[in-house]
């Protein structure tokens, strides 16, 4: 059994299939990657994954356990962690603190106790900020704990989302386009943090469109395209998939 199996999934918006049928295993400790063009359903089918959109119809398990209609703070509780396409920033929060409360996504009451602070949450602040300080170590913004996090430039803001996701302890991190809008410096260093969360044991599935990061560092591959599994295969298989380069990768500038 994979650690993450989804069998046949589906998902309907009114007139339009955004995820059809789609079966996928990630096996645990891999790092697993999921592309596909604009609008192919890719962030649909981490929305179902996390539990932010029920299925029209198929299954998900993770560690052996149905979690198809959990709830998205219960699937979070088991270990699996999302990160969002948009960065999200906790505004007014300096960078430190927008990672403790990652700490809290995994705990009791969740996020929206971790900014109300009740006082059985204040005796673990001291734990919590040495977590927050390793894990900002950990994607290198040790230097910038202190900042304001809205003034962090776009590129340490998605590293931040990051350090804030590994709070959280995921045994499964989902990655939502992690590497958009960075440059090629600020990807290449993502990436080998990306490999580092997985070398400490934690099994990825990111999605991205940067297809040289991807086949760079994923592990294996799956192809979305119109809300279909394509194509499926290690970075070499998946660079060399004639469905695949016709879907795109012959639309994109790659360094294959
Ligand atoms: N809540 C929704 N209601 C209606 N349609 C939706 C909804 N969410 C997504 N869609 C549609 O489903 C399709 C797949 O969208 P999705 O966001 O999953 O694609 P994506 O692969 O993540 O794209 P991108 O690379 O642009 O992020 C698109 O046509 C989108 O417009
Ligand atoms: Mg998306």
């Known amino acids: 059994m994979a650690f993450l199996s989804v069998r046949n999934l589906t998902k309907r918006f009114s007139g339009l299939t955004a995820n059809n049928d789609i079966s996928l295993d990630v096996p645990e400790g891999s790092l697993f990657a999921v592309i596909g063009p604009n609008g192919a359903g890719k962030t649909t089918f981490f929305n179902m994954v996390s539990g932010f959109l029920a299925p029209t119809a198929g299954t998900i398990e993770f560690a052996g356990t149905d979690v198809t209609r959990m709830r998205q703070d219960k699937i ?5 962690i999302r990160t969002f396409q948009l960065v999200q920033m906790f505004q007014g929060m300096s960078v430190a603190e927008n990672v403790e409360v990652g700490c809290h996504l995994r705990t009791r009451g969740g996020v929206g106790s971790a900014l109300v ?3 059985w949450l204040r005796r673990q602040e001291a734990e919590l900020r040495a977590k927050a300080h390793e ?3 950990f994607v290198g913004l040790g230097a910038q704990a202190k ?3 809205e003034l962090l430039p776009y590129g340490q803001q998605r590293l931040l989302e990051v350090a804030r996701a590994m709070a959280a302890e995921p045994r499964l991190l989902l990655l939502d386009e992690p590497a958009a809008g960075l440059n090629a410096h600020e990807t290449d260093a993502l990436a080998a943090v990306i490999q580092q969360i997985n070398a400490r ?3 990825v599935l990111l999605i991205e469109h940067d297809v040289g990061l991807v086949t760079r560092i994923a592990h294996r591959i799956a192809v979305l395209d119109f ?3 394509i194509a499926e295969g290690t970075p070499d298989e998946i660079k060399r998939h004639p469905d695949v380069i016709a879907a795109y990768l012959g639309t994109e500038t790659t360094d294959a």
């Open 135 to 137: 894990l900002l170590g």
């Open 227 to 229: 809300g279909c599994k």
């Open 147 to 149: 900042m304001s996090a």
């Open 201 to 203: 044991g934690v099994t």
């Open 76 to 80: 979070a509780a088991m270990g699996l």
């Open 117 to 119: 602070r009740p006082p």
